[in-house]
Structure formats: structure tokens, C-alpha cells
């Protein structure tokens, strides 16, 4: 009898192993481990991952000015941009033509105070008013569909199905969660990825945490080695980068140390943009801007510094991103002092002024390989 016990607990105890093996197994199919190797890095050209760019010379009036750029979406052939010192949303066309401007702003109905972010999903505009602590959608014509409070200080969201994500400023609190998703309602849903002395990072401007891939949506903390997709209310690991040796220290407070020092020996994730064939972000390696392009279909990544051979004499240098675009801000002044030899360039730099609005560069990456 003990025997057979024995015999049965032993089957049980490897059909326990086999479901475990067979759940990890699940893990890793979602789950991309990137690892940067910075001891053989190389000079990657930009028609290897890009398909074709356009340049957009925004038009310039009393009513066009914009302050500074502090956002950029290109969705449905449109250019929309949020200027925050301006406190408004521009939406361009391809021609550079101005749209619509969005300027309500005040404490009543469908206004907003201060534009903080924005969020473009098929023709509804989303709005984060930071001073009101609220997010409030529009139709195509800015007319008023929606508002809902958010419970922490929040400076940056995403819409996913009927929910919102967003991203938390560090309150102090214990615990204090760097993201909230709420419903429609404005009713919490869940808290996840909780800070810690070593997390607990300020605004540091110019990096985002969020990504958008068509319908899928994605989220990373600043400067961390993990990114997430977002999944029906919760997230899944999708991604995490290892810089090996460079890598810091994930019980280092960052906010110990100045990035932009030539002493600062770690890697760090800076912008991560994905599309549908590309997971692409860039890092600092001895004061220079290093790329590292990986190409979800193959599993494999190169890394180095970008040529940018599709626009001669030009930089690469794309701050912004959503679906299959990467969209880069030139300002008159650069353009005019450090550019002017550029072939693609010739034809602005006449009828372009120093005070006029920036030129929009937009890269559509490959879909495909080749």
C-alpha cells in the first residue's frame, strides 16, 4: 500500500513539474531579453531599418506660433503637436497647413487649465489637464464627450480599450505606485509597478513611458531595463534590456547621480520606441548617443551609433514615436547654422526665418525585412 502511495505521489510530484516547466515555458515565449554588448558596437545606417522620411515645414502666423514643442503624434496623415508654454494643441497636415488649434482654456465645461499631455485614438483627442488633476476627451471638432478626475499627480496617460493608464509623479506615500488604471469613470482598477528608494525618480523631461503600437500599448518606468505590455488591466514583462556590466545597480538611487557626467560609467535606457518589426531605443556611452535596434521578427539587435544615409549631412535624432514613426523637431536656428549643406535641406533654408516654426522630420520604419 505505502508502495503504491509512493508511486502516486511520485507521478503527481512530475505532473506538477511538467505544468511548471510548461508555465515558464509561456514566460519566456513573451518575454525578449536584449542584450547590448557596448564592446562592439557599430555604425548603423538609417536605410537599414528605415523605409522613407518626409519633411514637414510647419506654416508660421500670429495664430501658428509655437513657444516650444513639448509633443509630437503623427496619426491619420495629421501632425499634432502640444506646445506647453503655449498652453494649446496644433494639428498640421502634411503640408504643413494649420488644421485646427485647440485653446480652451479656463475651469468651465470642456476647458482645461494646464495641457500637460495628449493622446490621439482613431478621431477623439485626450487631454491631461495637470492643474485640475482630470482627463478630458474630445470628438474631431473639440467638442466636449468626456472628463474624469485622476486620484494622484499624474503627467502623462495612455488610453487602452476603456481604460486609462497613468503615469504617477513620486508623492512620498507608502506605497507609492508610478502607474494608476482607472475606467471611464475615473475609478481606480489597479496600481502597479510600486516605487522604491532606488526608483524614485523625478521628472526628468524628454523621456517618455509610454508607447503605442496600434492597439498594442506599452509602459516603462524612466531609465529602467523593463518594458511592459499592457494587458487587459494589468501588464506583462515584454522586453528587458541588459547592459551586463554597465548596467546599474538595481539598488542605486539614479537620483545620486548626474547623467550627463563623463564619469558616469552605467548604461540607461533613455526613449524606447516599438513598432510592428522594431523595438528601438537609445542610451548615453562616453557623452555620445548610442541606438539599439532590435528586430522582433528575427530576435536580434544591433547597436551603435546611427548614419543617418537617407538625409545627407544630418543628424538622427528622433525624440518622439507612435506606431510605425519616428518623428524628429528642427528648429529654424539649427537648421540654418549646422545644416544648411544638407541636400534635402536646400530648398527651406531660403524661405525659412530664425523666428519661424520648426521643420517636423518624419521616419516611417520598415515593416518588413527586406
Known amino acids: 500500500m505505502s508502495l503504491f502511495i509512493m508511486k502516486k505521489s511520485l507521478r503527481c510530484y512530475f505532473l506538477i513539474i511538467i505544468i511548471f516547466l510548461s508555465c515558464e515555458k ?37 495664430k501658428t506660433l509655437i513657444f ?16 506647453m508654454p503655449g498652453n494649446c494643441i496644433y494639428i498640421f497636415n502634411n503640408s504643413g497647413e494649420l488644421e485646427q488649434k485647440l ?18 485614438e482613431n478621431e477623439n483627442l485626450f487631454i491631461l489637464d495637470y492643474t485640475q488633476q482630470a482627463i478630458i476627451e474630445y470628438d474631431k471638432d473639440f467638442n466636449f464627450i468626456n472628463k474624469i478626475r485622476i486620484q494622484n499627480f499624474g503627467s502623462s496617460f495612455i488610453h487602452q480599450n476603456n481604460s486609462y493608464w497613468v503615469y504617477n509623479e513620486p508623492s512620498g506615500k507608502v506605497p507609492d505606485y508610478q502607474f494608476t488604471a482607472l475606467d471611464k469613470k475615473g475609478d481606480k482598477i489597479s ?44 501588464i506583462q514583462p515584454e522586453f528587458y534590456i541588459d547592459f551586463k556590466k554597465r548596467r546599474l545597480p538595481g539598488k542605486e538611487n539614479i537620483n545620486n547621480y548626474d547623467i550627463s557626467d563623463p564619469d558616469f560609467s552605467y548604461l ?24 539599439c535596434i532590435y528586430d522582433r521578427e528575427n530576435n536580434m539587435n544591433v547597436s551603435g551609433s546611427v548614419n543617418n544615409d537617407l538625409i545627407k549631412s544630418f543628424r538622427f535624432f528622433p525624440r518622439w514615436g507612435n506606431d510605425n514613426y519616428l518623428i524628429e523637431e528642427l528648429t529654424p536656428d539649427i537648421l540654418i547654422n549646422d545644416f544648411s549643406q544638407s541636400p534635402q535641406f536646400k ?12 521643420l517636423i522630420i518624419i521616419y516611417k520604419l520598415k515593416e518588413e525585412s527586406a
Not at 68 to 83: A, E
Not at 193 to 213: D, E, K, M, Y
Open 26 to 62: 509561456k514566460k519566456e515565449q513573451y518575454f525578449n531579453k536584449i542584450v547590448v554588448d557596448f564592446n562592439t558596437t557599430q555604425e548603423i545606417n538609417t536605410s537599414s531599418f528605415i523605409e522613407h522620411f518626409k519633411i514637414i515645414k510647419l506654416s508660421t502666423s500670429n
Open 68 to 83: 516650444r514643442i513639448s509633443k509630437v503624434q503623427y496619426k491619420n496623415g495629421k501632425v499634432f503637436i502640444l506646445d
Open 103 to 120: 485653446s480652451k482654456q479656463g475651469a468651465g465645461p470642456g476647458e482645461y487649465i494646464q495641457l500637460t499631455d495628449f493622446y490621439v
Open 191 to 234: 496600481d502597479v509597478l510600486s516605487r522604491n528608494s532606488a526608483n524614485h525618480q523625478f521628472n526628468w523631461t524628454g523621456v517618455n513611458v509610454f508607447c503605442i503600437n496600434g492597439e498594442e500599448k506599452y509602459l516603462s518606468p524612466r531609465y529602467t531595463d523593463t518594458i511592459y505590455r499592457i494587458t487587459n488591466n494589468n
Open 268 to 291: 540607461i535606457k533613455h526613449n524606447f520606441y516599438i513598432s510592428k518589426k522594431y523595438m528601438i531605443f537609445d542610451y548615453i556611452k562616453d557623452m555620445k548617443r548610442y541606438y
Open 347 to 358: 530648398r527651406f533654408i531660403d524661405i525659412t526665418k530664425e523666428d519661424d516654426n520648426p
